[in-house]
C-alpha cells in the first residue's frame, strides 16, 4: 500500500516538525519564524508493506502580496491532490472559539481529513480534552494528538494513516 498525504494548517504549528520525525531526518527547516517553508518538500516514509508519501506546506494564512498568495496556493492545491490530508493545529492555541476559515476550506477539498493535534508535551490532559470537544462539530476521519518534539502519538499516526492508504 503507498499513498500521498498532505500536512496542512497554521504557521508554526509544527508540520515541518512533524515530517522530519516522521522521516527520522531533519529533511524540513524548523523554525520559530513563520514562513520558514515556502515551498511544498516530499518526504518518503517506508514502513513494512506500506510508503507514505508526506507534502510539507507552508502555513495557510492571510495573504499579503504575491509571495505569500503563492504559499497559500500551494498548500490549498496540495489538498486537492494527495489521499489523505493531516489538519495540523498546536494545542497551545486553546479550544476553537470562533469559525475556522482555514478549516473550512481544507475541508472542501473532498479527501479524508485527519485533525492533528501538535505540541500536546505543552499541555494538560484536562485542556486537550477541551479542545478535542471544541472540535467535535468537524467532520474529521481521525483526531490524533501528538507531540512532533517528544515523538509522543507519532507512531499511532503512522498506523492510523496506514489503514486508510
Ligand atoms: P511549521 O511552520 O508548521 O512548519 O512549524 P515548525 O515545524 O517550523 O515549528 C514551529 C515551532 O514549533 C518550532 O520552534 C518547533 O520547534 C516548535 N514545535 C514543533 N512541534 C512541537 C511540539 O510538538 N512541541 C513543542 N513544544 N514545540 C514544537
Ligand atoms: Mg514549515
Given at each position: 500500500?503507498?499513498?500521498?498525504v498532505?500536512?496542512?494548517?497554521?504557521?508554526?504549528?509544527?508540520?515541518?516538525?512533524l515530517?522530519?520525525?516522521?522521516?527520522?531526518?531533519?529533511?524540513?527547516?524548523?523554525s520559530?519564524?513563520p514562513?520558514?517553508?515556502?515551498?511544498?518538500i516530499?518526504?518518503?516514509?517506508?514502513?513494512?508493506?506500506?510508503q507514505m508519501?508526506f507534502?510539507?506546506?507552508p502555513?495557510?494564512?492571510?495573504?499579503?502580496?504575491?509571495?505569500h498568495r503563492?504559499?497559500v496556493?500551494?498548500a490549498?492545491?496540495?489538498c486537492?491532490?494527495?489521499?489523505?490530508?493531516?489538519y495540523l493545529?498546536?494545542a497551545?492555541s486553546?479550544p476553537l472559539r470562533?469559525?475556522?476559515e482555514?478549516l473550512?476550506?481544507?475541508?472542501?477539498?473532498?479527501?479524508?481529513?485527519?485533525?492533528?493535534?501538535?505540541k500536546?508535551?505543552?499541555?494538560?490532559?484536562?485542556?486537550?480534552l477541551?479542545?478535542?470537544?471544541?472540535?467535535?462539530?468537524?467532520?474529521f476521519?481521525?483526531?490524533?494528538p501528538?507531540s512532533?518534539?517528544?515523538g509522543?502519538g507519532v507512531?499511532?499516526?503512522?498506523?492510523?494513516?496506514?489503514?486508510?492508504?
Open positions: 500500500r503507498s499513498g500521498f498532505g500536512i496542512i494548517g497554521r504557521p508554526n504549528v509544527g508540520k515541518s516538525t515530517l522530519n520525525r516522521v522521516l527520522g531526518q531533519k529533511i524540513s527547516i524548523t520559530n519564524k514562513q520558514t517553508t515556502r515551498n511544498r516530499l518526504g518518503i516514509c517506508n514502513r513494512p508493506g506500506e508519501l507534502l510539507d506546506t502555513g495557510i494564512h492571510q495573504a499579503r502580496g504575491p509571495l503563492y504559499m496556493e500551494q490549498l492545491s496540495t486537492g491532490g494527495v489521499d489523505l490530508a493531516l493545529i498546536e497551545t486553546g470562533r469559525a475556522d482555514v473550512e476550506r481544507v475541508a472542501a477539498c473532498g479527501r479524508p481529513l485527519f485533525l492533528v493535534i501538535n500536546i508535551d505543552q499541555v494538560p490532559r484536562p485542556r486537550l477541551e479542545i478535542i470537544e471544541s472540535y467535535r462539530s468537524h467532520d476521519a481521525e483526531t490524533i501528538v512532533a518534539l517528544t509522543e507512531d499511532g499516526l503512522l498506523q492510523t494513516i496506514g489503514r486508510y492508504l
